[in-house]
């Protein structure tokens, strides 16, 4: 069974960084590319950014580039989206979610993970 | 960058026919894909490629793509299917992801 399991809730406070995880479980982690998606209080969906496991080649949504960093361990099956410096604005739910290599949608969502950032 | 226009809300009867609709320019060569979101919960493939269904979304569910307009249709609608209805593209020019913003279905 395909799982993408997230790491949990977290608060933080303004200016602390921060980095949450996505683990791939059930499928070959190097085969897929993943994602990752924003979704602020009472909004929409927002794509982030992605990550290719196998080699690392990462793309970033203009909107987020600059302000966070995606990464992943293929030892450890899991990618990872981490923030230097956190902002109020960047309290949202963040979800992780497969691409197949040779599609353009995402068959499978992680469980989320929510920030919250207040001082 | 490129964008996509969803009708914010919908309601329609149990055992009736929604319909909800995607905007965007030029859909054509792009395929439309299609993402419920029930209240709290994480968002779930319903329809990929304009009109096929991952394996166990019921077939009520059916999407269709001409021209600059997408559609996604719920026939026979339930209860709980009342949920959130996000499009999705992937714009080959930019090489990004696109995300419409969403239409509130609510079950009379």
């Known amino acids: 069974e395909v799982q993408l399991v997230q790491s949990g809730a977290e608060v933080k406070k303004p200016g602390k960084s921060m980095k949450i995880s996505c683990k791939g479980s059930?499928?070959?982690?190097?085969?897929?590319?993943i994602a990752w998606v924003r979704q602020m209080p009472g909004k929409g969906l927002e794509w982030m950014g992605i990550i290719y496991p196998s080699d690392s080649d990462t793309r970033y949504s203009p909107s987020f580039q600059g302000q966070v960093t995606i990464s992943a361990d293929k030892s450890f099956n899991t990618a990872y989206l981490q923030w230097s410096s956190l902002k109020a604005s960047d309290s949202a739910v963040y979800y992780c979610a497969r691409l197949p290599n040779t599609a353009a949608y995402f068959d499978y969502w992680g469980q989320g993970t929510p920030v919250t950032v207040s001082s | 960058s490129y964008s996509l226009t969803q009708s914010p809300s919908a309601s329609v009867a149990p055992g009736q026919t929604a319909k909800m609709t995607c905007r965007g320019d030029?859909?054509?060569?792009?395929?439309v894909h299609w993402y419920q979101q029930r209240p709290g919960q994480a968002p779930v493939l319903v329809v990929y490629d304009d009109s096929d269904r991952p394996s166990g979304i019921p077939d009520r569910f059916s999407g269709s793509n001409s021209g600059n307009m997408a559609t996604l249709t719920i026939s026979r609608v339930e209860a709980g299917d009342e949920a959130a209805y996000y499009c999705q593209v992937w714009d080959i020019s930019s090489g990004h992801w696109v995300f419409g913003g969403g239409t509130k279905l609510t079950v009379l």
């Open positions: 030029n859909f054509e060569p792009k395929s």
């Open positions: 059930g499928y070959t982690f190097t085969d897929y590319w």
